[in-house]
């Protein structure tokens, strides 16, 4: 399960495949290419989206929902939070704040 | 050579026809009745009358179905028309009941947006780089 999570994350393209997510959430694969191409200029085929699409939501960071005749893709970050959880500590009071 | 008409596929000629001019404000340009049931049912812009004609065509072949039902499954509209303004096209169609797949979407130049035509097909909308 982590496994698949770290996986899913350690590629760019599918970093801003979540990046587009998070800016509206509920797209069909057709605007998730249109953005890919369009916004990012990522040279990537429809399959090679739907590839990277599958491993997203193996890891449960991306929900499809279907609605009627269509299909949308919805953004999940609660796996995310147990990244958080597991190294964060509660009470981050550090000694130096570094926010880069 | 020139395109001087494309079709798209729908479910239900009459239905189509009163989604093409009420809801989108094409006109109607011909219309032949074609065998028993079918037509030869067109529409054009009432901007361009002379322009590039759309066929209504009836969804006759199986594949054709299945052919389109996998396209709207994944969004993916089969026609795409020209406007001044989408987000203005988009909050007029919305108005009238219009179901949107993708909301105005700006890539750029080019502003997009993506509409079911209740005859089984989605079109998009976009606006053209000047």
Redesign the interface.
């Known amino acids: 399960m982590a496994d698949d999570l770290f996986k899913a994350l350690a590629d760019p393209t599918r970093r801003t495949i979540l990046d587009e997510l998070s800016e ?1 959430s509920g ?5 998730i290419c ?2 890919l191409s ?2 990012h200029r990522l040279g990537i085929s ?1 399959q090679g989206v739907s590839q990277h699409l599958a491993v997203l939501e193996a890891a449960g960071l991306v929900q499809t929902r279907r609605e009627g ?3 949308f893709h919805d953004l999940n970050t609660a796996p995310l939070r147990r990244i958080a959880e597991r190294w964060l500590v509660p009470d981050s009071s550090g000694p130096e704040e570094n926010t880069s | 050579m020139k395109i001087h008409l494309t079709s798209v596929f729908v479910d239900d000629q009459a239905k189509a026809e009163r989604f093409y001019t009420e809801i989108l404000g094409f006109v109607k340009k011909h219309d032949v009745p074609v065998g028993e049931k079918d037509r030869w049912l067109t529409v054009v812009s009432p901007e361009d009358p002379d322009g590039t004609e759309l066929l209504l065509e009836p969804l006759g072949h199986p594949a054709a179905r299945t052919y389109r039902d996998t396209l709207v499954e994944d969004g993916i509209p089969l026609a795409q028309f020209a406007v001044d303004d989408v987000r203005a096209e988009y909050e007029r169609l919305r108005g009238l009941g219009v179901v949107f797949t993708q909301e105005p979407l700006e890539m750029g130049p080019v502003t997009t947006a993506v509409f079911d035509d209740t005859c089984g097909n989605l079109i998009q909308i976009a606006t053209q780089p000047r």
């Open positions: 509206k797209q069909t694969l057709f605007e249109s953005r369009m916004k429809r005749r269509y299909k």
